[in-house]
């Protein structure tokens, strides 16, 4: 499975979830069946964030395009999950892409972290343990989607990358035992990333994906206010 296949996974899972959490009574059946599909995303978008550090030209510029979409969201993201005036919803929660975004400075910082200090162990770990806390620390105080879980879970992939049965368990205790039970639903999303070939898979504008998640965000919010939801 390439890259471009997961990126799909994610971002259908990702749909799925969005439409169930904004659409659908939550309680219901629907509910439970659709939010449990959505909690295959995150981990996906975490595994690919990494895979994105590991193989980009320019991560400068991988954080400024995690930073300019962050800000484009944002309204979006208030208006289809906060249900409030745009003066508040800002104090409520922000986007994925904050938490993308903090948790890519932070691996950044670790890989920058564990080169100079190659050869001084006690060092590079106690650096790497408070770049970790210092982004835990932020993406509470912004409150971040997944907030503090979202980072742990992009420093887990970063960290076990190179282990696939010690990742499918850091992220099992990430989700389900910090998170809880339903987010524990993610750890499914591992079958997907071990089958992943290391192939990126046919390419498209990179803006795409990236556009997609305030575009279809607004679709929601427009279609949630149609009266047949209301």
């Given at each position: 499975m390439n890259g471009f296949a997961l990126k799909l996974i994610a971002v259908v899972t990702m749909l799925i979830d969005h439409v169930t959490?904004?659409?659908?009574?939550?309680?219901?059946l629907w509910y439970m069946?659709?939010?449990?599909?959505?909690?295959?995303?995150?981990?996906?978008?975490?595994?690919?964030?990494?895979?994105g550090l590991l193989?980009?030209?320019?991560?400068?510029?991988?954080?400024?395009?995690?930073?300019?979409?962050?800000?484009?969201?944002?309204?979006?993201?208030?208006?289809?999950?906060?249900?409030?005036?745009?003066?508040?919803?800002?104090?409520?929660?922000?986007?994925?892409f904050f938490t993308l975004f903090i948790g890519l400075a932070v691996i950044y910082a670790m890989s920058i972290i564990e080169k100079k200090y190659a050869n001084n162990m006690i060092l590079s770990n106690l650096f790497d343990s408070l770049v970790v806390i210092a982004g835990c620390a932020i993406s509470i105080l912004l409150l971040t989607d997944y907030q503090y879980l979202g980072i742990l879970l992009i420093v887990a992939f970063y960290l076990f990358r190179g282990n696939k049965i010690v990742l499918t368990?850091?992220?099992?205790?990430v989700t389900a035992f910090?998170?809880?039970?339903l987010e524990g639903l993610g750890t499914i999303s591992m079958l997907f990333i071990w089958l992943y070939?290391?192939?990126?898979?046919?390419q498209f504008n990179k803006y795409i994906?990236?556009?997609?998640?305030?575009?279809?965000?607004?679709?929601?919010?427009?279609?949630s206010l149609l009266p047949m939801f209301q």
């Amino acid at each position: 499975m390439n890259g471009f296949a997961l990126k799909l996974i994610a971002v259908v899972t990702m749909l799925i979830d969005h439409v169930t959490a904004v659409l659908i009574p939550e309680g219901t059946l629907w509910y439970m069946i659709g939010r449990s599909i959505g909690r295959l995303a995150f981990p996906i978008f975490c595994f690919l964030l990494v895979e994105g550090l590991l193989h980009t030209k320019n991560v400068k510029k991988y954080l400024i395009r995690l930073g300019i979409f962050a800000l484009l969201s944002e309204i979006p993201f208030d208006l289809a999950f906060s249900n409030k005036t745009m003066n508040m919803a800002f104090l409520y929660q922000q986007n994925i892409f904050f938490t993308l975004f903090i948790g890519l400075a932070v691996i950044y910082a670790m890989s920058i972290i564990e080169k100079k200090y190659a050869n001084n162990m006690i060092l590079s770990n106690l650096f790497d343990s408070l770049v970790v806390i210092a982004g835990c620390a932020i993406s509470i105080l912004l409150l971040t989607d997944y907030q503090y879980l979202g980072i742990l879970l992009i420093v887990a992939f970063y960290l076990f990358r190179g282990n696939k049965i010690v990742l499918t368990i850091a992220v099992f205790i990430v989700t389900a035992f910090l998170g809880n039970p339903l987010e524990g639903l993610g750890t499914i999303s591992m079958l997907f990333i071990w089958l992943y070939n290391g192939k990126r898979g046919p390419q498209f504008n990179k803006y795409i994906f990236y556009a997609f998640y305030p575009v279809h965000i607004l679709s929601i919010y427009l279609i949630s206010l149609l009266p047949m939801f209301q």
